[in-house]
């Protein structure tokens, strides 16, 4: 699809090789989706690749250094559909350098317990990103470790 927005997003965990948690982020805007939680990340640049826009947004939105894992794959070639014009690739991610903290667009950050389910599925997620952590949960359940560790 010709001018397709491309998105990148963090599934920033405490760890790739032993996750716990998952790292949140609360929209500060556009206003309809201000107070809704996402995965931190953002559009991918002109002659960008995914990876290094993702390694800069997380700088720029978090004022974090992270360490990839794998992708979360989504079954389509574009990523996650987003919208009628955008879609959002995302990785696992873990913290390499520097503490988390709302720098940019978000207002709050959140570590959800992985191994509670419901705290997971209960906030109130941007409807787009509501499929990607239902399949987060479903790789770290069945298919953990190497999904998450190897690109």
């Known amino acids: 699809m010709t001018g397709l927005i491309r ?4 599934a920033i965990l ?8 998952l790292l ?3 929209r500060t805007s556009p206003p309809k989706f201000a107070g809704m939680w996402e995965f931190p990340g953002g ?3 002109a002659g960008e690749s995914a990876e290094n826009a993702l ?8 004022g974090i250094g992270v360490r990839l894992g794998a992708e979360l794959d989504s079954g389509l070639e574009d990523g996650w559909p987003l919208n009628p014009s955008a879609s959002m690739r995302v990785w696992f991610a873990e ?5 988390p903290a709302p720098l940019e667009d978000h207002d709050e950050l959140c570590w ?3 191994g509670s389910e419901a705290q997971a599925l209960n906030l109130p997620w941007i409807p787009a990103d509501f499929p990607i952590v239902r399949s987060l949960l479903e790789v770290l359940t069945h298919e953990f470790p190497t999904r998450i560790r190897t690109r």
């Open 7 to 10: 998105v990148v997003g963090g």
């Open 14 to 21: 405490d760890s790739l090789e032993e996750p716990t948690r």
């Open 24 to 26: 949140s982020a609360r």
């Open 43 to 45: 559009k991918v640049e």
């Open 55 to 62: 390694h800069r947004e997380l700088r720029e939105e978090l």
């Open 95 to 99: 913290i390499t350098e520097g503490v």
């Open 112 to 114: 959800v317990e992985l």
